[in-house]
């Protein structure tokens, strides 16, 4: 079993570029070494999260797709190749993860993510990703971030365009108080119906990923009570505000 007190002498050799910053040290990278982040969905999005939290050695991580991979994933989801059509993604992605750091337990979740068996999970971890592609999970997993008192790292794509924001985190805003549920809700059109730039869900997911690793290091400025909208093709980015509402955070238990 892994001793999660101290550094390794290999595990500083390969964190020492993460060591030498300011704000990092050995200290920040023992609590990345500590910390457990649960990624829901290993799509899109998915995929760049998982490679860069494994990589910069987060210790445990859970990687949650119950998904197939299919011909046309591969133009955008990076982890899986012509080989890997058929297959279910957790299983491909825990065998290329694990290669790309064996320090990283990677917990495989091949289920949805749903109502029933959201608080378990949620309070299995520190920090919630949700690397998802449809506005209803995203309700769910706010709802029961909300009542697990855990942040819920979100991103989201369409054609050119990106969304970062980070939710429930130090009394900020949940993601109902950015998207309110209305009517009209999960009538968004989804990226498999519009198409997608396949380098954007890449950048997302980058963004995405340096959130989590801000949260764990308790470094810099996190996107709370804020939201990042990017266009690759004007290479314009915006930062919208939003503001918490108290009855949004009026949530102890998830409704079947």
Request: hydrophobic share 35%; proline share 4%; net charge positive.
């Amino acid at each position: 079993m892994a001793d999660h007190s101290q550094l390794s002498d290999s595990e500083i050799r390969r964190y020492q570029k993460h060591i030498m910053l300011p704000g990092i040290g050995k200290e920040g990278q023992l609590k990345l070494k500590n910390s457990s982040v649960l990624v829901i969905g290993a799509g899109g999005l998915g995929c760049p999260v998982l490679q860069y939290l494994t990589a910069a050695g987060v210790g445990r991580i859970g990687l949650m797709d119950y998904d197939l991979v299919s011909e046309n994933n591969l133009q955008r989801q990076i982890l899986y190749g012509a080989s890997d059509i058929g297959k279910l993604k957790s299983i491909i992605s825990k065998q290329r993860l694990s290669k790309l750091n064996n320090n990283v337990d990677i917990d495989i979740l091949n289920i949805r993510f749903n109502k029933q068996n959201a608080m378990p999970l949620v309070n299995d971890f520190d920090i919630i990703v949700d690397a998802t592609d449809n506005t209803e999970s995203r309700y769910v997993i706010n709802d029961a971030c909300v009542a697990g008192g855990k942040p819920m790292v979100h991103g989201a794509i369409y054609r050119f365009e990106g969304e970062v924001s980070v939710f429930n985190y130090n009394n900020g805003p949940t993601y109902r108080c950015y998207n309110p549920e209305d009517e009209k809700k999960y009538n968004n059109p989804e990226p498999a119906e519009t198409g997608i730039m396949n380098v954007l869900p890449g950048i997302t997911g980058t963004y995405m990923a340096s959130e989590v690793i801000k949260l764990i290091l308790q470094v810099g400025d996190v996107l709370s009570g804020q939201v990042l909208i990017f266009n690759i093709l004007t290479n314009k980015h915006y930062l919208f505000k939003v503001k918490p509402k108290k009855e949004n955070k009026k949530i102890n238990k998830l409704n079947n």
